[in-house]
């Protein structure tokens, strides 16, 4: 039996066919891909904490090596904590500061939908709905 597959060229952005040989050598390859990619990630991710540990336990913002240039900075990465803020600003008399924010609880209304107290065909129109193509690839367990 021979299976033919409609694939896209992502290079031309066009169907191409491709035969069942084909796909199966692409399979066989990604997963190999995907593992080694798996394995460079983990030796990525030590290679960067020892370089910038290394880095800031000498005071170093700028290392440079073999041709190599490394520049390690420290930024501060700031948000507020609204729960805590909205109470503070309120207990300090700045309560104009605090807005009141509409929202739809989704629970109730899924909730309202699956018990029929609303169709869904009704608010249809206000909902994003988009198409998820998984891929998963793993070898078969003998």
Do not use: F
Request: aromatic residues 8%; proline residues 1%.
């Amino acid at each position: 039996m021979i299976c033919i597959w409609m694939v896209v060229d992502m290079e031309n952005n066009e169907n191409v066919i491709k035969t069942n040989n084909e796909v199966n050598e692409a399979i066989e390859h990604y997963y190999h891909l995907k593992q080694q990619e798996s394995e460079i990630k983990n030796e990525l991710d030590a290679y960067n904490k020892l370089i910038k540990d290394y880095a800031l336990s000498n005071d170093l913002e700028n290392i440079e090596y073999a041709g190599y240039k490394v520049n390690v900075s420290k930024r501060i990465k700031t948000s507020w904590v609204e729960p805590i803020l909205i109470e503070k600003l309120k207990k300090l008399g700045y309560s104009e500061l605090v807005k009141t924010k509409e929202y739809v609880d989704l629970e109730l209304l899924e909730n309202y939908i699956y018990t029929k107290q609303i169709k869904e065909a009704k608010i249809k129109d206000c909902k994003n709905e988009m198409e998820i193509i998984i891929l998963k690839v793993s070898e078969v367990r003998k």
